[in-house]
């Protein structure tokens, strides 16, 4: 069954004939595993859009704020196939059933192409460190935690549970993206923090700023409260940076609990296997130049969010991760 046609114009006919060819294998990967649903509907679709890879970031300050501009990345064609199971739900009796509204129950299966982001857990990025936390002009991206294995692949969740299950798959032998270090990771948080925290003291200091009910003696109190906490936790990175470099440390991949840990109580970094998100920046020579654009060089596929209780036989969820084979997928990257 064709899946449709692009009304886009910013691709060309060849490009649209190229995609539909590998969105309809897809398709078709995805039929072959349930192609008669019970007691769920069946919705179908597919997306596609033009974002650079790997780009550098670009801040332009105007009159009214910054601006965050991606410079320099490789164009490609992202493009993704999609298929979701609308559960049916028991009325008020056994002679009612209602649909699941918008399929938000539904079991999901989306492959998306050459892209990281159904990978990367989104930063919460102010200007201060959308500036400093770059590695080349780079943004720095928190991959989701590693949580198991799915057909001999790693797959990851941003929650770090088992569902659903997002796997990467690349070329064998280069990552399409670069582990930040230690160091880098170091280096970029002590001056993103050292900046944001003057910034609030900064803003205390100011009679007509954020203090505007405090008199001079609470105001006083507070920034001195906010100069120690400041102190305490720049010691406390600047400890660990000394102490990484002592244990040889200091050029291993930064993996942490969270983006800028700000309590003394806890680690900064941690690992892989307690559940920790590995810190990278997307790799600007892993895309193949000689390639056209819509060529599969990354591909991530995600299943999950069905219901666990339903039977093998039945359940698209399982059924899914037993029978839509990782291998095929992985057989069309580079081609």
Not at 255 to 273: D, H, K
Not at 307 to 320: A, D, F, M
Request: charged share 25%; hydrophobic share 35%; glycine share 6%.
């Amino acid at each position: 069954m064709p899946i449709g046609r692009f009304t886009w114009d910013k691709i060309s006919k060849l490009e649209e004939q190229e995609i539909l060819k590998r969105l309809e294998a897809i398709q078709k990967m995805a039929f072959a595993v349930y192609p008669e649903p019970m007691a769920f509907d069946a919705v179908q679709g597919f997306a596609l859009y033009k974002k650079d890879f790997a780009s550098q970031l670009k801040l332009e300050k105007t009159a009214y704020q910054i601006n965050h501009i991606d410079i320099n990345g490789f164009p490609t064609i992202i493009y993704e196939y999609f298929v979701k199971f609308c559960e049916y739900f028991c009325g008020s009796d056994s002679y009612l059933m209602f649909r699941g509204a918008g399929c938000e129950t539904g079991t999901n299966l989306v492959v998306t192409i050459n892209t990281l982001g159904p990978l990367f857990k989104p930063l919460l990025l102010d200007d201060v460190s959308a500036e400093i936390m770059r590695i080349d002009d780079r943004p720095v991206q928190m991959m989701s935690p590693l949580v198991g294995k799915l057909q001999g692949h790693d797959f990851y969740n941003s929650e770090g549970v088992d569902n659903p299950k997002v796997v990467l798959l690349h070329r064998s032998g280069q990552l399409p993206y670069i582990p930040v270090t230690r160091k880098q990771y170091l280096d970029r948080s002590i001056a993103c923090l050292q900046r944001m925290l003057e910034n609030n003291i900064k803003a205390y200091e100011n009679p007509e700023g954020l203090n505007l009910l405090m008199d001079k003696k609470e105001r006083d109190e507070q920034i001195k409260k906010m100069q120690k906490y400041r102190d305490g936790l720049l010691k406390y990175y600047n400890d660990e940076m000394e102490a990484t470099t002592k244990s040889g440390l200091i050029d291993s991949p930064a993996i942490v609990n969270g983006f800028l840990e700000q309590s003394v109580a806890n680690p900064i970094f941690t690992t892989i296997e307690k559940g920790g998100r590995q810190l990278v920046t997307e790799n600007p020579a892993y895309f193949k130049k000689d390639l056209p654009k819509y060529i599969p060089q990354i591909i991530i596929c995600v299943i999950g969010y069905g219901p666990k209780g339903l039977g093998l036989e039945v359940n698209p969820y399982r059924l899914y991760e037993r029978d839509f084979r990782l291998e095929k997928l992985q057989a069309m990257i580079d081609k």
